[in-house]
């Protein structure tokens, strides 16, 4: 039974207990924060538009009436239509789909690209430290918007080559965190205690050296996540990232500059929900901060 | 005494770590520009001999283009021709992109420029006063300003800018730098449209190019806001929950004075470093408000190279932009270090 003493006891009998007392406490400390409720709403919001697309849409995303073309919005479309007489409500709900997976993507090979590099580096020290983080710094020091923009110009416009080449630009970030955070423990007895019962560099960086990076971790890239919100939709308005007929928010932007001085909701409307996703990251993302790391919370 | 000795033995060394760091970050942007340009899809000798050539004089170009020497050779060569200022040619516009890159970068600079004076401007005051009331009304609106810079895309905001102020408001003036019936009217000395046809007494050009930059940059200069308000504010901050500043408190020094005396004064050369990061940043986001107001710019002279798979363009823009990007980084990094005797320590 599950009761709330019992996720709050201070002595937990089982690892599980640990874990979900831990994770109560987390969530509670969130819930007392506002500005990061809404952030998550605006996520969860995301993600169930995102999941039933098909059904919260009231018209085809690429199907449209041409005798429909560019009309403002009015009761049976809300947000108007473009130039092909597709809906733009609908194009935007199904957009979130496309929002959602570049960032998830994004996120799940820079995450683990950086915190490996950053551990590795942290963990070793000498001579691999400096090279990896020699690298990590020339990389951190360029500017990210011009080198995605550089490395899509080299593999192609496209969908796909646009998270590459964002995950490419975005990873530097966490390994520095994740050094910073190993050199705070890798002298540890823990540490010299797993070492002497055995277990390889590989075992010890993955299972005991990783896990203790995460929550800094989790928390700079959902604070990023609005960067790269931003950054996909940029390459989708320059012509680079996703391609027509896929509805992704940028690309949409870019079709409606055309029109963009009479028929000014083509383009703007989709620009409200760029707005709308990435300040919920945002604010989500400082209350995580202020949850999982309140070193960092002075500086911001 | 031993502190005295320290700090000159130190400077030399540290002056050479920071040249050796600016030198290897700017191999490494070379390094990054010259991969891109080889795992480009676009056949560099097939591009010369087209594609009707035997296979002898193929290889022949293949052999005198230096393409089968080792990866190391070629990247010395590279470096060597980017030093010596040659960034190849440009498949669209038919000249040197060097040529190109110094004729559009002056658009870019004064864009940038007027876009940071105005966040200075407005942003540094701003930190100020919100530090001075903490949690009133002045730090609220900068928390919001922070977040807006943060959540908005610049290209969005460019538009919806386009079509408040130059299609509904008629304030400023619309795409572009200067009117049609004005261009090529001002002798260009410096490439700056605002002081070249000050220079030349030319009122009616100032003014058009005034109401054509007044938009981009205040809308560049808006992003550089949110950053520099914020900075200002939590330096501020712990300047004035110092002992100093309860002493002159006590003493009974006008509130004013504390705040720009007392507490800003410490400050302003931590904010070069702040400063110095969001010009280097404006100049990379002018890329995105070049493309929405047709500003002939280094940004605009990118997207387009983009869109023609002009890799020679691409790539120079690329490394200018990266260039002066790191270059003012490191050197207000460095002045920082130079002007800020706690920096040193």
């Known amino acids: ?300 | 005494m031993k502190r005295e000795t320290e700090l000159t033995l130190n400077r030399p060394i540290a002056a050479l770590n920071f040249l050796l760091t600016l030198a290897v970050t700017f191999l490494g942007l070379l390094a990054i520009t010259f991969l891109i340009g080889r795992v480009v899809p676009i056949d560099p000798v097939l591009a010369v001999v087209g594609d009707r050539a035997s296979t002898e004089t193929y290889e022949a170009v293949r052999l005198q283009m230096g393409l089968d020497d080792p990866l190391i050779v070629q990247f010395a060569r590279y470096v060597w021709q980017v030093m010596q200022g040659d960034l190849g040619m440009s498949v669209s516009t038919g000249r040197a992109v060097s040529e190109d890159l110094g004729r559009v970068f002056p658009a870019t600079l004064e864009m940038a420029t007027l876009g940071i004076i105005i966040g200075v401007a407005i942003g540094v005051p701003m930190g100020v006063f919100a530090a001075a009331r903490q949690g009133k009304w002045v730090d609220q609106v900068i928390r919001v300003i922070g977040l807006a810079g943060y959540a908005i895309p610049a290209f969005w905001l460019g538009l919806v800018g386009l079509v408040i102020f130059y299609a509904n408001l008629r304030w400023v003036g619309g795409p572009g730098r200067i009117d049609l019936f004005l261009d090529g009217m001002v002798p260009p000395r410096s490439g700056l449209l605002l002081i070249d046809s000050a220079i030349d007494g030319n009122w009616e050009a100032f003014r058009s190019a005034l109401s054509h930059i007044i938009l981009p940059a205040t809308i560049l200069g808006f992003f550089a806001l949110a950053y520099i308000a914020r900075m200002t504010r939590s330096f501020m901050l712990e300047q004035l929950s110092q002992e100093f500043i309860t002493t002159a408190r006590v003493k009974g020094v006008p509130e004013r004075l504390i705040l720009w005396r007392h507490a800003f004064r410490p400050i302003w050369m931590q904010l070069i470093t702040v400063i110095g990061l969001s010009y280097a940043g404006l100049l990379e986001g002018s890329v995105m408000i070049e493309t929405v107001f047709s500003w002939p710019g280094i940004g605009n002279y990118l997207t387009t190279a983009l869109l023609n798979a002009d890799m020679n363009a691409v790539l120079g823009a690329t490394l200018v932009i990266g260039a002066v990007f790191v270059g003012i980084n490191k050197g207000s990094d460095a002045l920082y270090r130079l002007l800020d005797p706690r920096a040193r320590a």
């Open chain 1, 1 to 300: 039974m599950i009761t709330r003493d019992w996720l709050l006891s201070d002595d937990p009998e089982t690892r599980m207990q640990a874990r979900l007392g831990q994770g109560y406490r987390l969530a509670r400390a969130l819930l007392r924060n506002p500005l990061a409720v809404v952030g998550l709403a605006i996520i969860l919001l995301l993600l169930l538009v995102a999941m039933f697309a098909p059904w919260l849409a009231p018209y085809s995303p690429i199907q449209g009436e041409l005798a429909n073309r560019l009309q403002p919005p009015s009761a049976t479309h809300w947000m108007g239509t473009d130039e092909l007489g597709r809906d733009i409500l609908s194009r935007i709900i199904f957009g979130a789909r496309i929002t959602l997976m570049i960032v998830l993507l994004v996120a799940i090979i820079a995450a683990p690209l950086g915190l490996l590099i950053g551990t590795v580096a942290g963990y070793f020290g000498g001579w691999v430290d400096r090279i990896l983080m020699g690298l990590t710094d020339i990389f951190l020091s360029l500017p990210r918007l011009i080198m995605a923009l550089a490395f899509v110009a080299a593999l192609g416009p496209g969908i796909e080559n646009a998270v590459i080449a964002i995950a490419i630009t975005a990873w530097p970030v966490y390994a520095r965190i994740a050094r910073a955070e190993v050199l705070t423990f890798r002298k540890s007895e823990f540490l010299d205690a797993v070492r002497m019962q055995g277990a390889s560099s590989a075992r010890i960086i993955t299972l005991h050296v990783m896990p203790l990076c995460m929550s800094s971790t989790i928390v700079r890239v959902t604070l990023d996540m609005a960067g790269i919100i931003l950054t996909a939709a940029g390459l989708g308005f320059l012509g680079l990232g996703a391609q027509p007929p896929l509805p992704e928010w940028g690309a949409m932007i870019s079709r409606g500059r055309s029109f963009i001085l009479d028929q000014w909701w083509v383009a703007t409307m989709p620009g409200f929900a760029i707005v709308v996703v990435s300040l919920g990251f945002c604010l989500f993302g400082d209350g995580l901060r202020d949850v999982l790391d309140p070193k960092q919370r002075a500086r911001g």
